[in-house]
């Protein structure tokens, strides 16, 4: 399985940006797909996840702001982030959990807020 991630970029505090991610090389649904972040110097963090069928899972630090959605007819995630704030600032990694308990990564995209 291979997951291609779009969209991230350089916004200013309060704006918005919109992340997507693609699954290809399986003709199989993945169970999870989600969203990590990475701030320097910091640890990787769940931001969002999504199952199959549709229960998500939001960190409270990014709740009424990020909305998670996929499609699992085109295998693909998306992460809508509004009202961003500088810590939001970090690589945002995809991924996806198959049925044989394997995760599979993307390869990251910047988002950086300025203030």
């Known amino acids: 399985v291979q997951l291609q991630a779009s969209g991230g970029g350089l916004v200013q505090s309060g704006g918005s940006l919109r992340l997507s991610c693609a699954a290809s090389?399986?003709?199989?649904?993945?169970?999870?797909m989600g969203w990590y972040r990475q701030a320097p110097g910091k640890q990787r963090e769940l931001v969002a996840s999504i199952t199959s069928g549709g229960t998500i899972t939001v960190a409270d630090s990014v709740k009424g702001r990020f909305t998670i959605s996929r499609d699992n007819a085109k295998n693909t995630v998306s992460l809508q982030m509004n009202s961003l704030k500088p810590e939001d600032t970090g690589i945002y990694y995809c991924?996806?959990?198959?049925?044989?308990?394997?995760?599979?990564w993307g390869q990251g995209t910047q988002v950086t807020v300025s203030s």
């Open positions: 090389g399986s003709t199989v649904s993945p169970v999870v």
């Open positions: 991924y996806a959990d198959r049925y044989t308990r394997t995760r599979y």
